[in-house]
């Protein structure tokens, strides 16, 4: 079974503070993470795959298998930051693929 | 040039209504699928669909039914609407559901059931 947590529900911080959005996954196989932005009644968009260790817009994440985390990461939040961010693992490779999605967390940037 | 593009948009309807969310995508992707985004904003998987057969139905009532008439096309039918049936409704696509492939979504469908 795929699972991810979120702890957070909400998350909020000054601008120019650094921020951590935490996820936590629970998978059998070999997992597939990623993030996922909301922002205010929009579609969501794709922010980092692990896969790609890539940076977007400042985040990054890291996938630790020992600790089963994908926590993202911002030196310096901005105000435009302020979104819905979704966890998500993909698994079950085959016709059968599927995001398994956090909760969410609500992220607010305040000026 | 909306990669997946929902209509409508924004759905008001009466409870026991019927109601049809359409779906079209032209990434060239095989695979489609329903999300569902409830009241507290968590997301969670309907249906997949691979080259126009059902490949996930994630305990949904029988009253959605997804309808594929080409792999470009994911169409949701909704029968006797119920209050609880009031959500987001987020299609999404990719190339071919493996492993390693990025689900793009488009940009939701808003129904509200009084």
């Known amino acids: 079974a795929q699972r991810v947590t979120q702890p957070e529900k909400l998350l909020s911080v000054f601008k120019g503070a650094p921020v951590e959005l935490k996820c936590n996954y629970s998978y059998s196989g070999s997992p597939e993470l990623f993030w996922y932005v909301q922002y205010s009644r929009q579609r969501l968009q794709l922010l980092l795959r692990h896969i790609s260790r890539e940076s977007i817009k400042g985040f990054t994440a890291d996938l630790n298998k020992g600790e089963t985390s994908f926590h993202l990461k911002k030196p310096f939040a901005q105000e435009e930051d302020s979104a819905m961010y979704y966890c998500?693992?993909?698994?079950?490779?085959?016709?059968?693929?599927?995001?398994?999605f956090g909760k969410g967390t609500l992220l607010t940037v305040n000026p | 040039d909306t990669a997946v593009s929902q209509t409508p948009k924004y759905l008001v309807t009466q409870m026991g209504n019927d109601k049809s969310i359409k779906c079209e995508q032209n990434?060239?992707?095989?695979?489609m699928y329903w999300y569902k985004q409830d009241s507290k904003k968590f997301l969670k998987i309907m249906f997949s669909y691979n080259n126009k057969e059902l490949i996930i139905n994630e305990t949904v009532p029988n009253r959605f039914s997804p309808k594929s008439p080409d792999k470009a096309h994911l169409n949701l039918h909704i029968n006797s609407l119920e209050l609880g049936d009031s959500a987001v409704y987020f299609c999404?696509?990719?190339?071919?559901?493996?492993?390693?492939?990025?689900?793009?979504f488009g940009e939701g469908s808003w129904l509200t059931v009084v």
């Open positions: 990434l060239g992707h095989d695979t």
């Open positions: 998500a693992l993909g698994g079950s490779g085959g016709s059968n693929y599927k995001l398994t």
């Open positions: 999404a696509s990719s190339v071919t559901g493996g492993a390693g492939n990025t689900i793009y």
